[in-house]
């Protein structure tokens, strides 16, 4: 009788260690999240203040920051409108970026089976996910700082989708984003395997999930 108990207990022991490893990489893979999300803020910053800058000095036919002669009103709201770039940014990276189904590591219930096409498949399409929402910030940044009266980035490279705002142009990130990126792929190969292993050992005790 004790030998039986040994048994029956063997598999659940496992799935409590599989369960407190799988724990352990989603708290891992939450970090590179965040990380990524941080990248992304400076990322945009960045670019919106690379195209403020560009549009301003385009506006007034000047190829160079040190030929700058602006009127003083315009030239201290331009400044006002970079100095407010990172009070508001943050905002809205947050708001597209910490959310949704892209962060699969949030989810309790991963794919039942696994197959390297089909994390091939999850991982692009995340990568995909990512980078519209990485279009739309840029969008929805631009709308907020360039003016009615003023021209938008150079080459049109903004346009309209279902009311918003979107980038169109090439669009790459940057180290500092792809390199959180990159271990949150790494890692989720791992966690998919932690749960398809959590699966079977269910099924090894009394073919359900405990």
Not at 54 to 76: A, H, R, V, W
Not at 130 to 151: D, N, Q, V, Y
Not at 163 to 185: A, I, Q
Request: some cysteine; proline content about 4%.
């Amino acid at each position: 009788m004790e030998k039986e108990t040994d048994i029956s207990d063997e598999p659940r022991e496992k799935i409590k260690r599989l369960r407190e490893k799988s724990e352990a990489i989603r708290e891992k893979m939450e970090i590179e999240a965040l990380t990524f999300i941080e990248a992304a803020k400076s990322f945009t910053f960045e670019w919106i203040r690379r195209e403020m800058e560009t549009s301003m000095l385009s506006s007034y036919g000047i190829s160079s920051p040190d030929n700058l002669e602006l009127d003083s009103k315009k030239l201290n709201r331009s400044r006002s409108d970079l100095n407010e770039l990172p009070l508001r940014i943050p905002d809205i990276v947050e708001a597209h970026l910490n959310g949704g189904d892209y962060w699969v590591h949030r989810n309790e219930l991963l794919q039942v089976g696994i197959s390297r096409d089909y994390l091939d498949f999850k991982k692009e399409k995340i990568r995909r996910e990512l980078t519209l929402r990485i279009r739309i910030i840029l969008g929805c940044t631009a709308e907020i700082f360039w003016k009615p009266e003023e021209e938008e980035p150079e080459n049109k490279i903004l346009v309209k989708e279902l009311g918003r705002k979107k980038y169109v142009c090439f669009l790459r990130f940057s180290d500092e984003m792809t390199e959180p990126l990159n271990h949150y792929f790494a890692m989720l190969e791992e966690l998919f395997i932690l749960d398809y292993e959590m699966k079977e050992e269910m099924l090894r005790i009394n073919g359900k999930p405990s």
